[in-house]
């Protein structure tokens, strides 16, 4: 059973930091991309970034190019997400994917149970 666990969000002030975790089982990140998505009120869902299981090329969407960086730990099936300059239009809850990618959308398998990040003003 694939289980991806979120942890890490929390409220920041805007030109914070944070570092979300994501916890995954239940498959191989040689098998499967991994990412994170996230979902602000009243908005669709939207791809952050993407890592290829096939060859490990990393998609970042256009708005956290630069201030966000994914890194994953294999050898703990580890996945995480550090935020830096983190504004108000970064609020949202993020997700940990698996599956494929479509550019910085991973899609096409599990989703966690997301965490909530809030940036005040």
Do not use: H
């Amino acid at each position: 059973e694939v289980q991806l666990v979120e942890s890490g969000g929390g409220l920041v002030q805007a030109g914070g930091s944070l570092r979300l975790s994501c916890a995954a089982s239940g498959f191989s990140f040689d098998d499967y991309a991994i990412g994170w998505l996230r979902q602000a009120p009243g908005k669709e869902r939207e791809g952050v970034v993407c890592v290829s299981a096939v060859d490990d090329n990393i998609w970042y969407a256009e708005s956290v190019k630069g201030r966000f960086t994914v890194s994953r730990d294999k050898a703990k099936n580890m996945v995480y997400l550090e935020m830096n300059s983190l504004n108000s239009e970064d609020t949202a809850v993020y997700y940990c994917a698996n599956g494929y990618c479509s550019e910085s959308y991973t899609t096409g398998g599990s989703w966690g149970q997301g965490t909530q990040v809030t940036v005040s003003p």
